[in-house]
């Protein structure tokens, strides 16, 4: 039997999306475990081999901090892309619960792959639109207000107020930009998965459909990145007072860095895949609930649950030939003009 849709406030949102990580924990856990663990393998890499992190070594040598800033942003790249190819698989996850379906590990995975040149076109164009976009326009304002600080004679100073200041506002407007932009296109991957929408119909689908949840989107967002974030921090302080009392009471002369890194970089992928599950599960909802409230999705589900499908199409001029006897009165229910159930769309 499947569950009925109807509207909800951001509340019961988060409510069912607790509700729907504990139906199905361990297959959420599996998905979100790829990316997360495809990231601890970089890092690994990274730590043994690439070393990017230690090409600045001193901790007071200038650019250190710019230097671990843009590691770190490239990190972030790659994690976003990993999160929105996988993004499908949990939708598909999330449907099924809500049809009360059999759905796998590999059945979702295999979703994602039957359609991954449509995914991947559709997580390259939302990565461009709601991050690299936001980012050359923050370094394009910051590097045009300190060049025009410097001709009017700001930077003279020498205390470095005035570049500060630039970074600072440069750094807001990107996140503000990186945050608006990312809840407005946050159904695309689902306009694609669900829908059937390729490419810029997808982003233009979201820009649309977004336009009365995009609070709701952030806020959730947020809420669960904050929640994530707070548990590896939690984590990484253990760890830290831990091996720290190590090397006190075994008299270590060196802090085991290397195995220390390695641990913390394990343990955030593992944070990652338990708590990364949740945002997926919420957008896929606030999808939903917003289809509901716009375009009358409940009536169209009730509708799939019932087995009342889109009949097939007849041949033309077959409703003017037709004699009298075999049309279909006008309150018929299957005369009625039902678009495709996301039970097609998703299989």
């Known amino acids: 039997m499947t569950v009925s849709l109807r509207p909800m406030n951001l509340g019961e949102i988060l409510d069912r999306t607790f509700q729907i990580y504990r139906s199905r924990f361990l297959l959420f856990v599996g998905i979100a475990a790829l990316p997360a663990f ?12 690439l070393r990017f992190n230690s090409l600045v070594r001193a901790y007071r040598e200038p650019g250190f901090t710019l230097w671990n800033f843009l590691v770190w942003l490239a990190y972030y790249h790659v994690s976003t892309f990993l999160g929105m190819l996988i993004l499908p698989a949990f939708v ?23 359609r991954f040149k449509s995914f991947l076109w559709i ?7 709601s991050l690299v976009i936001p980012e050359m326009l923050a370094f394009g304002l910051g590097f045009g207000l300190i060049t025009a600080a410097d001709a009017a004679g700001a930077m003279k100073d020498g205390r470095g107020v005035v570049p500060s200041i630039v970074v600072l506002f440069g750094f807001a407007v990107g996140i503000g930009l990186f945050a608006w932009l990312g809840a407005c296109l946050a159904f695309a991957v689902l306009a694609t998965a669900i ?37 590896a921090m939690g984590l990484e302080f253990m760890i830290r007072f831990i091996m720290i009392e ?20 394990l343990l955030f992928a593992a944070v990652s ?13 606030i999808y939903y609930d917003q289809r509901i409230r716009r375009e009358g999705f409940d009536i169209e589900w009730m509708m799939s649950a019932a087995g009342l499908n889109v009949p097939a199409a007849p041949p033309a001029g077959a409703r003017e030939t037709a004699p009298p006897s ?7 229910p299957s005369a009625t003009t039902i678009v495709p159930t996301i039970r097609g769309s998703l299989a």
């Open 38 to 49: 495809v990231m601890f393998a970089l890092h690994l890499a990274d730590i043994s081999l």
């Open 92 to 114: 598909k996850q999330v449907t099924s619960v809500l049809e009360d379906e059999v759905c796998s590990i590999r059945s979702a995975l295999q979703f994602v792959w039957l």
């Open 123 to 129: 997580a390259i164009l939302k990565l461009l639109a």
């Open 195 to 231: 829908e059937k929408r390729k490419g810029f119909k997808s982003l233009r689908r979201s820009w649309q459909l977004t336009r009365e949840s995009r609070g709701r989107i952030f806020v959730s967002w947020f809420t669960i990145g904050l929640l994530q974030w707070a548990m």
């Open 246 to 265: 190590i090397v006190r009471l075994e008299h270590l002369a060196v802090f085991p860095l290397n195995a220390y890194t390695i641990t913390i970089y």
């Open 273 to 285: 895949a338990f708590v990364g599950p949740l945002y997926p599960i919420a957008l896929t909802l």
């Open 326 to 332: 075999v049309r279909k009165p006008a309150h018929s």
